[in-house]
């Protein structure tokens, strides 16, 4: 069963950036199309970024459109989400998974940006 780890989460200020990453075993990143999600709290969790397979693509949500950039490295089986000028708003646990998503999710990364 594939396990997927986040990491790279935690409290920055509004502004500030943080470089998040995704390890999978096998080759789970490999041979999927990729994607960060993410869930605050009392809401339901979404995907705020995309990317394909040989990572020639990528798409974003609106509101971390020109903010985030979604990237991987399958020889590492990983999967990278550089978030920049962070906003309050963007507090959330932050997961990554296939897309579409297929169970089991990881245990997320918690980012918290507060002043």
């Known amino acids: 069963q594939v396990q997927l780890v986040e990491t790279g989460g935690g409290l920055v200020k509004p502004g500030g950036s943080l470089r998040l990453s995704c390890a999978a075993s096998?080759?789970?990143?490999?041979?999927?199309?990729m994607g960060w999600f993410r869930q605050a709290p009392g809401k339901q969790r979404i995907l705020v970024a995309a990317?394909?397979?040989?990572?020639?693509?990528?798409n974003y949500a609106d509101s971390v459109k020109g903010r985030f950039t979604i990237s991987r490295d399958n020889a590492k089986n990983t999967v990278y989400l550089q978030m920049n000028s962070l906003k309050p708003e963007d507090t959330a646990v932050y997961y990554c998974?296939?897309?579409?998503?297929?169970?089991?999710w990881g245990q997320g990364t918690q980012v918290t940006v507060s002043s």
């Open positions: 998974n296939a897309v579409p998503w297929t169970d089991p």
């Open positions: 096998e080759t789970f990143v490999s041979i999927n199309a």
């Open positions: 990317i394909t397979i040989d990572g020639s693509t990528t």
